[in-house]
DNA sequence: GCGGCAATCCCCCGAAAGGATGATTTGCGT
DNA sequence: ACGCAAATCATCCTTTCGGGGGATTGCCGC
C-alpha cells in the first residue's frame, strides 16, 4: 500500500518537474506552445488512464474478503466458516469429520448451526445463501 | 462505440479550449501561472483515471460461456444440465420435481446420471466439480 | 424398420443428512 | 469467581439421497 502511494507520488513528482521544464521551453518559444500544452495535457491523460486501470480497476473484479460484516451478522463461529468452507467443497460429513479431526457428531451440530443461522433447509442451500453472501467465493 | 468517441472527443476539445483560457490568464498574471498548470495537470489526470476506470476495466469482468466444451466431452443431456442448475442453487429433489413438472424419481435418475458423469459421489461434490469445469458459475 | 438415446416413471433398500435435545469442557471477559 | 459462548460428543428419530435394478415413450439416423 505505503509503496504504491510512494510510486504515485513519484510519478507527480516527476510529471511536475515535466511541467516545469516544457513551461520554461514555452516562455522561450512561445509561439509553439501549444504543442506543449497539448503534450502535457496527453501526458498526464495518460498517466491517468494508467493510474485508474490499474488503481481503480483493482477492486472491480470483487475482492473476496470473506464479508466480515455479514459474517458478524449472522454470529457465524469461526469452526462454522471451516466447516461451511467444507459444505462448499460437496464433502460428505463423515470426510469433514476426518479432514477436521473431529467426531462425526460435532460436524453435524456444526451443520446444523449454520443451517439454521444461514435460514437454509439443507446444506446446499447453504452453500448457496454463503455464495450470495460473499461469504465464501 | 461512436458515441463514446464524440463524448471524448468533445471533452478533449473542452480541455484544450480551457487550456488556451488558462494560457491567456497565465499571460496576463503571469506569477500565478504555475497553480494553473497544477489545475489542468490534475484535471487530465482525473480525466484519465475515469477513462482508465470505465474504458479499461470494462473486459476485466469476462463473459461466461457455460463451457459447451466440457459439457460436450462429458455428455451431458439438455435437461441434465437444468437439473445441475437446481443443484447449484442447493434445492432437494422434491423441489427441483415440482420446479420442472416431472416426477421425483424422474429427477433421482437425472441426478445419478449428472453424479456419475460429473464423476461425483455427492450432489454438493457435482456442484463444486461443474463450478471448477466452468459449466455453472 | 431397427438400434440408440433422451426423457420419463416405478420400486426397494441402505446410507447420508437433518431435527431435537442434552451434556461436558475450555477459554474469555467482567 | 462467575457467566457466557464456542467447541465438543452423544442419542433418538425422521427425511432425504444415492444405488440397484426395470420399464415405457418418442425421436433421430442408418
Known amino acids: 500500500m505505503w509503496k504504491r502511494i510512494v ?8 510529471g511536475t518537474l515535466l511541467l516545469q521544464w516544457l ?28 493510474l485508474g486501470a490499474r ?3 483493482r477492486p472491480a473484479p470483487r475482492a473476496f474478503d470473506g464479508n466480515p460484516q455479514a ?13 461451511l468452507e467444507e459444505l ?5 460429513n463423515q470426510e469433514i469429520a476426518e479432514r477436521l479431526g473431529v467426531s ?3 460436524v453435524k451440530t456444526h451443520v446444523a448451526r449454520l443451517l439454521e443461522k444461514l435460514g ?12 450470495e453472501l460473499g461469504i465464501v467465493r
Open 7 to 14: 510510486l504515485y507520488g513519484t510519478l507527480l513528482a516527476a
Open 88 to 92: 462448499l467443497a460437496g464433502r460428505s
Open 23 to 50: 513551461d520554461y521551453q514555452r516562455l522561450v518559444r512561445s509561439h509553439i506552445g501549444d504543442v506543449y500544452v497539448f503534450l502535457i495535457a496527453g501526458g498526464f491523460l495518460v498517466l491517468g488512464v494508467w
Open 71 to 83: 459474517v458478524a451478522v449472522l454470529g457465524l463461529s469461526p469452526r462454522e466458516l471451516q466447516v
Open 120 to 131: 437454509a433447509k439443507r446444506r446446499g442451500d447453504a452453500v448457496a445463501r454463503a455464495r
Open 104 to 106: 462425526l457428531n460435532t
Open 55 to 57: 488503481g481503480i480497476a
